[in-house]
């Protein structure tokens, strides 16, 4: 069943997937994403979402028109790979790069495919040791 995404909206939403969670970089773009263990209210006032997403691109990947681009690109990525690849109860925050203006789109959609599946093996590694050291 595909997940219902809702957005990430305050600064401090963005400092605290990008303080506390994992991050992943590919050539298109940089993926961050944080599991939501604790009951953290969001500004998203949407009760019906399960994955949460923020979506920036910096100065560096050029000026307005560039940045709002590359956040086009990453929104219609993100809406197409995240309902069925995303994990339910996390924050992702998607942030692009010069790449992303240029990049081929299917290498665009596989880039965040890649990112999810790192992402993914990180939460499992960190859960698999926090198991392993608890007697």
């Known amino acids: 069943m595909p997940l219902r995404i809702g957005r990430l909206r305050k600064r401090s939403e963005y400092l605290r997937v990008?303080?506390?969670g994992r991050k992943s970089a590919t050539r298109g773009l940089v993926l961050q994403a944080l599991d939501r263990v604790d009951d953290h209210p969001h500004a998203d006032p949407d009760p019906a979402a399960q994955v949460w997403l923020g979506i920036t691109a910096s100065r560096r990947v050029g000026g307005a028109v560039a940045r709002n681009r590359a956040k086009r690109r990453?929104?219609?990525a993100a809406a197409q790979v995240l309902p069925t690849n995303a994990?339910?109860?996390?924050?992702?925050?998607l942030i692009g790069r010069q790449a992303t203006l240029t990049r081929a789109?299917?290498?665009?959609?596989?880039?965040?495919?890649?990112?999810?599946?790192?992402?993914g093996q990180?939460?499992?590694?960190?859960?698999t040791k926090?198991?392993?050291?608890?007697?």
Request: no cysteine; glycine share 0%; charged share 20%.
């Open 122 to 127: 990180k939460a499992d590694k960190v859960t």
């Open 18 to 20: 990008a303080a506390a």
């Open 87 to 93: 994990t339910a109860n996390f924050d992702y925050v």
């Open 105 to 119: 789109f299917p290498a665009l959609l596989s880039d965040l495919e890649t990112a999810l599946r790192h992402v």
């Open 74 to 76: 990453l929104r219609a």
């Open 130 to 135: 926090s198991n392993q050291e608890t007697p």
